[in-house]
C-alpha cells in the first residue's frame, strides 16, 4: 500500500506529465499554423528587350531587390518576331506577354523592359499605345518608357513596374489618386502616384511582397 504521502507525489507527476503534453501539442499546433501562414512571394524575373540599356535595367533590379529578394535580371534578348505592328513602328504588347510568358517556371514572374512605343487593342480601338501591359493575375507584364517625361523617367518607369507587377499579383485599377494601381486612362499621372493605398499595399503583403 502506498502513503497519502506518496499517492500526492505520483499523483502531482501524472498531473506535470498531461500538462506538459498539452502545451507541447498545443505549440506543435501553432507552429504548423504558421508555416501554413508564411507565403512565398514568386520570383521575378526582369527581362530587358531590344536594346534597353544595361544600367537601367540594374537599376530597376536593385529597386524590386528591395521589397522581394527572389529577382533575377536576364541579358537582353530580341522582341518577339510577331509583336513588330509595321504601319505604327512599334510593338504589340499583348504579343510580347503572351510570347515571354512561355520562358518561365511555374512559381514565377516575369517583366519585360522596353524602349520602344508598345501598343494593344483597347475596346473599338485596334491599336492603342500604352506604357505597360500585364495579365491579371497572370505571369507575365511588359512596360516602356517611350511616353514617360523625360525629367523624371527613371522614378516613373520604377513606379511603372510596380504597377504591372501589382495586376499580375491580382490587383485590379485602383480609385485612389495617390495609388500605384491607379489607371492612366490615356495620360501619365505617374508623378502623383506616391506609393500603394492601404488595401492595394495589404493585397501584396499577403502575396509576400516586403513592403513597410
Same mark, same amino acid.
Given at each position: ?38 507565403? +512565398?512571394? &514568386?520570383?521575378? *524575373? /526582369?527581362?530587358? %528587350? ?7 535595367? !540594374? ?44 520562358? +518561365?517556371? &511555374?512559381?514565377? *514572374? /516575369?517583366?519585360? %523592359? ?7 487593342? !483597347? ?90
Amino acid at each position: 500500500m502506498f502513503s497519502l504521502r506518496t499517492a500526492v507525489i505520483i499523483m502531482k507527476y501524472y498531473v506535470f506529465i498531461l500538462i506538459f503534453g498539452l502545451f507541447s501539442c498545443t505549440n506543435k499546433k501553432n507552429e504548423n499554423n504558421n508555416k501554413d501562414l508564411k507565403v +512565398i512571394q &514568386k520570383v521575378i *524575373v /526582369i527581362q530587358p %528587350l531590344g536594346n534597353f540599356k544595361t544600367e537601367q535595367a !540594374k537599376n530597376i533590379f536593385a529597386k524590386i531587390k528591395t521589397i522581394n529578394s527572389n529577382v533575377v535580371l536576364r541579358e537582353n534578348i530580341p522582341f518577339p518576331e510577331n509583336s513588330y505592328y509595321k504601319p505604327r513602328n512599334r510593338y504589340r504588347a499583348d504579343s510580347i506577354i503572351k510570347s515571354i510568358r512561355n520562358n +518561365i517556371g &511555374k512559381d514565377s *514572374v /516575369i517583366v519585360g %523592359l522596353s524602349h520602344s512605343d508598345i501598343s494593344t487593342t !483597347k475596346d473599338k480601338i485596334q491599336d492603342w499605345g500604352v506604357m505597360g501591359l500585364g495579365y491579371r493575375p497572370g505571369k507575365s507584364c511588359v512596360v516602356s518608357d517611350f511616353r514617360l517625361s523625360v525629367r523624371n523617367k527613371n522614378q516613373q518607369f520604377y513606379k511603372l513596374v510596380l504597377h504591372e507587377l501589382g495586376h499580375t499579383a491580382g490587383l485590379p485599377h485602383c480609385a485612389v489618386k495617390t495609388c500605384l494601381m491607379r489607371d492612366a486612362e490615356g495620360g501619365n499621372p505617374l508623378d502623383e502616384e506616391k506609393n500603394f493605398c492601404n488595401n492595394c499595399k495589404s493585397f501584396l503583403k499577403a502575396k509576400g511582397w516586403q513592403l513597410i
